[in-house]
Nanobody, 123 residues
């Protein structure tokens, strides 16, 4: 599956952004979808994930209560709604797709990745 992420930008602390990731090439509803991020000088980290039907979601502790993830299978799109943004949320955000895995969604086999979209939060 090919993934195209968009929606990043520059926002002040406390603001909101919504990221989108459109999938093509494979049946979208067969994939667990996740969002990851990588800040300069840091390793990529898990942000959020959602099961194929949207019935279950997981979030990193650092974004719980501020971010939500949802999907529209009819539009082959997964979204990351980010509220109450903080400067430490600044990173390149990547969407990813996994066909399988076990345990935590953060550890699923994400083998398709989008190109990333920059999110910058100013203080």
């Amino acid at each position: 599956v090919q993934l195209q992420a968009s929606g990043g930008g520059l926002v002040q602390a406390g603001g909101s952004l919504r990221l989108s990731c459109v999938a093509s090439g494979r049946p979208f509803n067969r994939y667990v979808m996740g969002w990851f991020r990588q800040a300069p000088g840091k390793e990529r980290e898990f942000v959020a994930a959602i099961t194929w039907n949207g019935g279950y979601t997981e979030f990193a502790d650092s974004v719980k209560g501020r971010f939500t993830i949802f999907r529209d299978n009819a539009k082959n799109t997964v979204y990351l709604q980010m509220n109450s943004l903080k400067p430490e949320d600044t990173a390149v955000y990547y969407c990813a797709a996994a066909r399988g895995g076990s345990g935590s969604l953060s550890r699923y086999n994400y083998n398709s990745w989008g190109q990333g979209t920059q999110v910058t939060v100013s203080s």
